[in-house]
């Protein structure tokens, strides 16, 4: 069995061929056939390979990034968890093998002392060295199977696509009285009427939590004929097989082979409430081993911009955290207070929380500690599991609002029935802390008149 796959365009076999003489030298065995380009004969032999190597080393180029086939290899080693990628000319690595830390080899004349090649081969042993390493699933994702399936179609599909582009009237909105944005309005609302079918009202892709969506709206039976609609690619659907495959249903865990892949072909497809779910799906990516976290959240926070701009409840609040607290994006509050209104009139409780937070921050002029307080109250009351969690730490603190124990208590354990499991930890935790708190509080000796715990009698007042 082979080490390592290199997967390239007949373009870079000069390059192909020197790094697999670098890396014999290294005692590792490479898979590569110079006589065959990358995707010409997809046949067992490519597919045995990919199957049974532990590294998979991906050749960027201006070529390959153009290559379906250099992707669907990418995407098989992507997939085992065992992908290495080269850089041999500065180019856009095409989504999502952007995120993932890239070896750069621009100029690499096969010297084997290269800081560049060095990590690619210290990465290659250590994946060679692996015992644990991914085998691919049998059989392969849809995504794969489709595109083993459809690749001779694209070249057609192009050609139509670019002819319909060119038959298009230069200024179509001319035929279009009513305007882009209500007909884009209108095919959404088409888009998401599709939903009743999967048990989902109109707004719920947009005013509820993702977990909320696919674990108490989602009719859990219509799972098989999700998959089956979504390949119509209607943009609703796709953010609906989205939001399953990240958050799971009531009896099915997440997809977390697939999620990715699934949230960013949703995303393509253009629906707002998608592109927050694949900003979603990114930043739970980092939590696997090898992932770049910075890409990672760049690629989201781009993701929830996007969101933001097509009017994503969801999109305005989670990018204006962003522009908030300046993480990733130039720290612009007053932006950020307009995308919280945006999304507070649109009827997001999660906006109402993010408002008062923001006013109670001092980064822009606040109405006052009472009012913003009162909206973030407002969130925990609407279902809010943050700001359920919040306000019961300032209750039970006392400090910018009133002490309530018992009131901090029953936010705790609202916030603690939550469905997502790092707020319901922590909520779980602080009640039982305040329980105890109370518990000993109860326990106490009361002090009674003449007692030695009793206060001292105050003097009598001088005339």
Known sequence: MADVFISYRKADR???????????????????????????????????????????????????????????????GRERGILVPVMIEPVNIPVPFNVIQTADLIGWNG????????????????????????????????????????IAAVAVIAAIGASTWVLRPWNWEIFNPAGPAAEAKAKRDASLAKLAAFGLGPTDLDLLRGREVTKLKFDDE???????????????VLALQCAVALWGTASRQPDEQDALDICHDAAEAGDPAAHAYYGYALIEEKLYVGANPAALDAAAIG??????????????????LRLRNGEGVAANPIEAERLFKSAQ????????????????SGLVGSPGDDEAFALVRKAADAGDPEAQLFLGEKLEEGIHIAED????????????????????????????????????EAAEPTAVPGSPLAAPAAPPARN
Do not use: M
């Not at 004969?41 to 290559?67: C, G, H, M, N, R």
């Not at 990465?123 to 995504?143: I, W």
């Open 14 to 76: 000069d390059e192909a061929r020197a790094l697999c003489e670098a890396l014999k030298v290294e005692n590792l065995d490479v898979w590569w056939d110079e006589g065959l380009e990358t995707g010409q004969t997809f046949d067992e032999k490519i597919q045995s390979a990919l199957e049974q190597v532990t590294a998979v080393i991906v050749i960027w180029s201006k070529e390959s990034v153009k290559s379906d086939w250099v992707r669907a290899e990418s995407a098989i």
């Open 111 to 150: 010297d084997r002392a290269h800081k560049g090649y060095r990590n690619v081969a210290k990465q290659v042993k250590a994946l060679a060295g692996k015992s644990h390493v991914k085998p691919l699933r049998p059989p392969p994702n849809p995504q794969l199977r489709a595109l083993w399936r459809t």
């Open 222 to 236: 219509t799972y098989n004929d999700l998959q089956v609609e979504a390949a119509n690619r209607d943009p609703a």
């Open 303 to 320: 993701e929830f911009k996007k969101a933001a701009d097509l009017g994503s409840a969801w999109g305005e609040v989670e990018y204006g």
């Open 345 to 360: 009139a649109k009827g997001l409780p999660a906006a109402d929380r993010a408002l008062g937070r923001l006013y109670l």
């Open 405 to 440: 124990l018992q009131a901090a208590l029953a936010y705790y354990r609202k916030a603690a029935a939550s469905d997502d499991p790092d707020i319901a930890f922590n909520a779980g935790k602080w009640a039982q802390g305040l329980e105890a708190r109370l518990a000993r």
